[in-house]
């Protein structure tokens, strides 16, 4: 169960915070749970011409590979947020904190098991190698 808060410059108007909605529910089907994601993109407030994106990722930890995991996320986004915003590397910081199966409930009831939905590592993105 994903929880993601996309915090985005104040100048994005309604259709593009929407985009990004869509964009990041795939970006996290990809790479660490396919189902019971819940995605929250706001405006913070920011200088013109502003394209810093902060994006707070929650999940369950215990699937394993959660650094490939997470650079493989950081990789799906900034393609997302270069295209929309013109957000570049440096201006994307991606955070994911983890949480354990007893610290959350969803529907009223226990969430479902992480092998059930876990997207195999093997299908990650890696991040770009800086050797030349």
Known sequence: ?????????????????????????????RTWFREHIWIAVRPYASEPNERTVIMTVEVRGGRGHEKERAEALFEEAHEVFERIIGTGREELIV???KFSQEDCI?????????SEATPDVSGLRRRPSTIS
């Open 106 to 114: 969803s529907g009223g009831d226990e969430l479902p098991p992480l």
């Open 95 to 97: 955070l994911c904190r």
């Open 1 to 29: 169960m994903p929880i993601v808060r996309v915090d985005v410059p104040e100048s994005l108007n309604h259709e593009q915070q929407m985009e990004i909605r869509r964009e990041m529910h795939g970006c996290i089907t």
